[in-house]
């Protein structure tokens, strides 16, 4: 066992010594590989370790056991030996964090005050795009663009307008009663009028003009003729003229789109038929309307 001993006290405890004076004997089988250490063949001295370190090349009668030689007779009975370790390395410190790109919020488009008022005290339901309902008078948010409005209440239709970036005011109007009316009146005087007319004005051509030998019934002829032409003529205009103007008054139902002001005018009354008469009078027709404003 004596050899076996010496020949691990050789691989372990040797491979450092150094002389006095600088130069190093290094023992049997190792080899000087710098200025003050000896290593086996195949090996370096790693500072980091303080120690040889490599897969060493033994020379005859030795066997590598780790990173050195032992006797191969004695290379079975040892434990076997530690992996070396590796010097620990630091890591480099990681980049610094790149800020993620947020995009900006979607910003709402933008929505303006849409005031609804119906002329005259009417009353509608305000249906914005199939969607949002109001009652006049009231107010939405419509974002500037183009709409479908559609309007239930005191008449029954529909409106498309391009709402502005502004806030605006639609005005709901509907037919005038009125006018309608004063067309119906026109004609329903009027006719009757005129056929009153046309009806005595021949009589009284025909007595006149006749040779009739009753002379107080050729002056009474004569004093109404005029009274039933005047009937006639007025009666002819009064169909005319009465609905052409009465329809024209009554308008149509609509809406108007108008960018809101800081400061409203007072709004003009419309003019509203109240009524209207004809009658025959000497020498002519007298016919009469009343109207409020």
Not at 54 to 70: D, I, N, R, S
Request: charged share 15%; net charge positive.
């Amino acid at each position: 066992m004596r050899p076996l001993l010496f020949a691990l006290s050789v691989s372990i405890v040797l491979p450092g010594v150094a002389m006095a004076q600088g130069q190093i004997v290094c023992p049997y089988g190792l080899i000087q590989v710098d200025a003050s250490h000896c290593c086996w063949p195949g090996q370096g001295y790693a500072l980091e370790r303080q120690a040889c370190a490599g897969a060493p090349q033994c020379p005859a009668g030795l066997v590598p056991f780790g990173e050195t030689c032992v006797v191969a007779s004695a290379a079975s009975q040892l434990p076997a030996a530690a992996p070396a370790q590796p010097a620990a390395v630091l890591p480099p410190p990681p980049p610094p964090p790149v800020p993620a790109y947020l995009p900006p919020p979607a910003q709402p488009a933008p929505t303006y005050v849409a005031r609804f008022e119906a002329r005259r005290g009417d009353d509608f339901t305000v249906l914005l795009d199939n969607g949002v309902t109001c009652r006049t008078p009231c107010e939405m948010q419509v974002a500037p663009g183009r709409h479908k409005l559609r309007f239930e209440g005191a008449a029954s239709f529909g409106e498309r307008f391009n709402f502005p970036a502004a806030p605006s005011v639609v005005k709901i109007d509907k037919r005038r009663g009125g006018g309608v009316a004063l067309g119906v009146v026109g004609l329903a005087v009027g006719i009757p009028v005129a056929v009153v007319g046309a009806i005595g004005t021949a009589t009284t051509v025909a007595i006149t003009d006749g040779g009739t030998a009753d002379r107080s019934l050729r002056e009474s002829a004569s004093t109404y003729k005029p009274v039933f032409i005047g009937m006639l003529i007025g009666g002819v205009t009064l169909a005319v003229v009465g609905p052409v103007v009465g329809f024209k008054l009554a308008g149509r139902n609509k809406a108007v789109l108008e960018v809101a002001s800081s400061e409203r005018g007072d709004e003009v009354a419309p003019v509203q038929l109240v009524g209207l008469g004809a009658s025959p009078a000497l020498g002519g027709a007298m016919a009469g309307a009343t109207f409020s404003f």
